[in-house]
């Protein structure tokens, strides 16, 4: 019997219950995405009030959140599978977005390093604990659809964040400072993100009204331990090996882009950072979601109709159209051509990068799922850390020339996209055998 045969037999949360639980942490996904994209809007202005270069920007950008992100996705994940998720997810929202709050505070880069670990330290709640109360609450030929929805979350978050800050800034137009009821005069690029990380007090209330659903895929063994999951993972080392690189290469490369697409619009176009921000957000948004409900059909229509590989096709489909994509970006002489390209390359990345989370859930026994998830966020960390500062460095230390940021983004990308279609295919078979795995223990533990 497969999984899902077996778990089609149990009784889930009513539909509209799912459905509100999914939007409340939808929303807490592009609150926490909306948060991280404030920094890449305002690049110019961080940089000249703090005489700081691309690549100590990058760090912001990347590893210095990314770094503690990862880390306490670990104890987080471990939590996701024995406490309630619910109140640990209103928790970390409560914390990233006082955090968020404390970087329109920060006067210095070292005050600035700090405050963005604060946010990736309340952020590392969020991914684990969702990933395991969507699999409770909705059966599995519905989950592709509910992971894709969940991680539209992240174009939506990133795009609203350029269009949120360009409309201020081009608003604010010619002043350096504004005064703020509470906190007092703030530069312009301090008061974005006292604005963004107010809401999210408020959201973590909210939360609280989500229910807690049954853990319905438990079964006899309970929850993981450390040593269960390890035997299990290597067990199917290969493919947790391959599906963790693919990944990570997905997550190095579009980190690599987005972070910096509205500062190369800016350089390369010499559009003003409002300007380039109303390009790039409403793209990021609209492209983004495209992507990851074609992601979610996708997903689930192929795995239903058993095709080989199922939901392991998308990055495949991916990784060999997002080259072009990213030539059109990077060497258009029109900024509405190169946005067209930026829009392309969207729709790809969130075939592959929404496709993540539901991949690695078919992958493991039920009881498994929030400290693998945490584990993922692990490994891909990396990516996520190294793609903005490795754009960076080669703008910096190559080119030697701001204005060649197009060309950095190439750079940074084309090997990896090629790394990512090699592995991407030969993972098939692996990710194949590990859903037949997970499927047989779910089996057993009924």
Not at 230 to 236: E, F, K, P
Not at 357 to 377: F, H, K, N, S
Not at 384 to 391: C, I, Q, R, S, V
């Amino acid at each position: 019997m497969s999984v899902t045969a077996v778990e089609d037999a149990r009784v889930y949360p009513a539909r509209w219950t799912a459905i509100y639980a999914l939007g409340v942490m939808m929303f807490a996904s592009l609150l926490s995405f909306l948060d991280r994209g404030i920094l890449n809007s305002v690049v110019p202005a961080i940089e000249h009030d703090l005489l700081i270069s691309d690549t100590q920007i990058s760090i912001l950008q990347g590893f210095s959140f990314t770094i503690f992100y990862s880390v306490m996705s670990q104890p987080f994940g471990y939590a996701a599978d024995r406490i309630n998720r619910v109140r640990l997810i209103a928790l970390g929202i409560f914390g990233w977005s006082l955090m968020t709050v404390l970087t329109g505070l920060a006067n210095s880069y070292p005050e600035l390093l700090v405050t963005r670990m604060g946010v990736g330290i309340g952020e590392a709640t969020l991914m684990p604990a969702s990933a395991s109360l969507i699999a409770d609450y909705f059966a599995p030929q519905q989950r592709g659809r509910a992971y894709g929805t969940f991680t539209s979350a992240t174009f939506m978050g990133g795009g609203l964040a350029s269009i949120v800050c360009g409309a201020i800034l081009h608003s604010l137009q010619g002043q350096d400072h504004v005064s703020l009821p509470i906190f007092g005069s703030v530069a312009v690029w301090q008061s974005l993100f006292i604005f963004i990380g107010v809401p999210g007090l408020v959201l973590a209330l909210v939360m609280l009204t989500v229910p807690e659903p049954k853990r319905v895929a438990a079964g006899k063994t309970g929850p993981a331990t450390a040593r269960s999951i390890m035997r299990y993972v290597g067990a199917h080392r290969a493919a947790f090996a391959s599906i963790w690189g693919l990944y990570l290469l997905v997550a190095f490369v579009a980190f690599g882009v987005f972070p910096w697409a509205a500062t190369m619009m800016v350089r390369k176009f010499h559009l003003t950072m409002a300007g380039a921000n109303l390009w790039v957000g409403p793209t990021q948004i609209l492209a983004g979601l495209a992507g990851c409900v074609l992601c979610g059909v996708l997903g689930d229509r192929w795995t239903a109709k058993g095709l080989r590989g199922g939901k392991l096709r998308l990055p495949v489909v991916s990784s060999t159209f997002i080259i072009p994509t990213l030539l059109i970006f990077t060497l258009s002489n029109s900024p509405a051509i190169s946005i067209v390209g930026l829009a392309l390359y969207a729709i790809f990345n969130a075939l592959a990068y929404a496709s993540a989370t539901a991949i690695i859930q078919d992958m493991v026994p039920a009881q498994l799922r929030g400290r693998t998830t945490a584990l993922w966020y692990l490994v891909t960390a990396i990516g996520n850390g190294a793609g903005p500062l490795a754009t960076a460095a080669i703008t910096d230390y190559v080119f030697h020339d701001p204005a060649s940021l197009n060309y950095a983004i190439l750079v940074m990308a084309v090997p990896a996209v090629i790394g990512s279609l090699a592995i991407s295919v030969w993972a098939i078979p692996c990710y194949d055998r590990a859903r037949a795995a997970a499927a047989a223990i779910n089996e057993q533990n009924q």
